[in-house]
């Protein structure tokens, strides 16, 4: 039996920069807060808890005055910079660059009149962030039932959370544009991030899709590891399980079952934008150790 690693799978670019980040600052001082979880993965914030980085919420940030507080790559609305400084709270930004640049785009469309159309989860940390940006005024959608909220007699423009899917999106976009009279798709071509798109959803989390139906039909059996909590894990491993039904969740190595290896030549391991490339190794070194030689014995 063999077991392989989805190479495409693992952290995304600014998940990689926000842990860097907060592993930067532990390096020069063991006490940091981040407001909340700083990913989707209760593994990794074990192993930076270990560290000394403590996971807080909004109504803690009372008790943190001159302490020092990360914003994770999920962003922030604008009252959550105008609070720290108030309470004088030291900022460390590592809001995803292309969530920032989002929410800048966002600002610039609200300030010039525009209705805005989010395409998301209402209660995401991204889209919370996303629609502070406009005075809590923007209008969430997640499907195309919901777009009955938007006024048709604005300009609008129709911009979406990062990690959302591309084929709802342009069902919206295309439904808005038989109703609303004025309607812009918010998008960004920005050369110092690299981040090139005519929407907002981030290439590398939707480009996942095509990559990951691929691995799994060419495995007998999938591991998919991410955190339960994990909006893009819940998202993908639904794709997986779709292309190969021999796909099981785990959160961690006590949750493999080894009647899932019955009869396995291939085992493939993937995972969440959120999930750890350690996580997927020490996943694989347990399959290999403690269901490989069960099967040769049996």
Known sequence: MTVTIDKFSGFCWGVVRTIDIAEQELTESNELYSLGDIIHNPMEIKRLGEQGLKTVKHQDLESLKGKTVLIRAHGEPPSTYKKAEELGITIIDA?????????????????DGYQIVVFGKKDHAEVIGLVGQTNGEAVVVKSVEEIDNVKLDRKTVLFSQTTMDKPTFYKIKEELSKRVKELVVGSIEDEAIGFHAKDTICGQVSGRDKKIREFAKANDVVIFVAGRHSSNGKVLYEITKEANPRTYFIEDIPELQPEWFDGVD?????GATSTPQWLMMNVKHAIEEKFVPQLAQG
């Open 266 to 270: 291939t085992v493939g391991i993937t």
């Open 95 to 111: 809001t995803c660059p292309v969530v920032t640049k989002v929410q800048e785009r966002i600002r610039k469309f609200y300030l």
